[in-house]
């Protein structure tokens, strides 16, 4: 019922910047949470950062500081603003969205396919 596409990611310097987008479609008004996940192969799948509809942010250690999430409701749009990238800020980045029709529904999860970010030394 939820569709998610992630893009945006890209090969820079470290140092540099990124802005990932996530755009959102089908039943968008079910949706309570989008968050960004990333996973180094190997590794477990990690939060990033994630916004709620209400609009509270949350963010890992690693990035804060660093990293801001926000929306356009308009567009159905979560980004992800990455700035001063690092080496082991490389990843697969994926979107995630939980969402539910009614407050005592079941919340479902979905998943986008994922886009890479790589920042070199």
């Known amino acids: 019922q939820v569709q998610l596409v992630e893009s945006g990611g890209g090969l820079v310097q470290a140092g540099g910047s990124l802005r990932l987008s996530c755009a959102a479609s089908g039943s968008t008004t079910s949706i309570n949470v989008i968050g960004w996940y990333r996973q180094v192969p190997g590794k477990e799948r990690e939060l990033v950062a994630d916004?709620?509809?209400?609009?509270?942010?949350k963010y890992a250690d690693s990035v804060k500081g660093r990293f801001t999430i926000s929306r356009d409701n308009a567009k159905n749009t979560v980004y992800l603003q990455m700035n001063s990238l690092k080496p082991e800020d490389t990843a697969v980045y994926y979107c995630?969205?939980?969402?539910?029709?009614?407050?005592?529904?079941?919340?479902?999860?979905?998943w986008g396919q994922g886009t890479q970010v790589t920042v070199s030394s």
């Open positions: 916004i709620s509809r209400g609009g509270n942010t």
């Open positions: 995630n969205a939980r969402a539910s029709s009614l407050p005592w529904s079941p919340t479902l999860s979905y």
